[in-house]
């Protein structure tokens, strides 16, 4: 028997509603776990291209364990197991307002900041050393050097490197559905569960996926034309 697919049964009343609220969830958790990484991700190279031997010791444990720790574990342990360390106060709060959004921010931006962090270090070596060292004859402070001459050629440098970073990051918002987020996919197992249309439900979140997807590529693209850099947005 050949099947039918009826796309219009998952795209009307509430179900269309459960899609486009999927999707606003996943950008939103994606805007704010991007941003929150991109400032850690600056923090964490700052600290371990200092030639602070400790500090570029912590930074690399931290990048070590986020890169070889599943994301989905550490979405688990901040959902389940770090909670039990935080004040009754807080706690409390959580309980009453909703812990799983804070959370699963918290463990996507720990984890893409150490990719960032990677990424920006790679850029730095692209950088002559003499750079670095003119700052500081001219009586500039490491982090005044850091902020107005390496810093934004490092931020040039990776920007391709950083806009894949950002489309690994948008795909692993799906994994929040695993503490109960209503994000894109968790709706999408929503809208199976309630039609049995298996097919029709994840096609559409794949297209929205899709579609989004080329979105953060096409911002890529668009920012390496104004900063001329070749790569970004591929």
Known sequence: MHYQFDFSAVLHGDYLHWFISGTAVTLELFAVAWAGSIVLGIVLAIIRQSGLRVGAAAVAAYVEYHRNVPLVVQLLFWYFAAPSLFPASLRDYLATHG?????????????AAAYVSEDLRSGFRAIPRGQ?????????????????????????????????????????????MAIGIAELTYQAKEVDSNTFLTFEAFAVATVIYLVLSFAIMFCGSMLARRFNVAGAGR
Do not use: D, I
Request: net charge positive; with cysteine; proline share 5%.
């Open 99 to 111: 812990s799983e959004f804070p959370l699963a921010s918290v463990a996507l931006v720990l984890c």
């Open 132 to 176: 670095l060292e003119a700052g500081r004859a001219l009586g500039m402070s490491y982090l005044s050097t850091m902020r107005m001459v390496l810093m934004p050629q490092a931020l040039r440098v990776s920007l391709p490197s950083l806009v894949n970073q950002a489309l690994l990051l948008f795909k692993n918002t799906s994994l929040a």
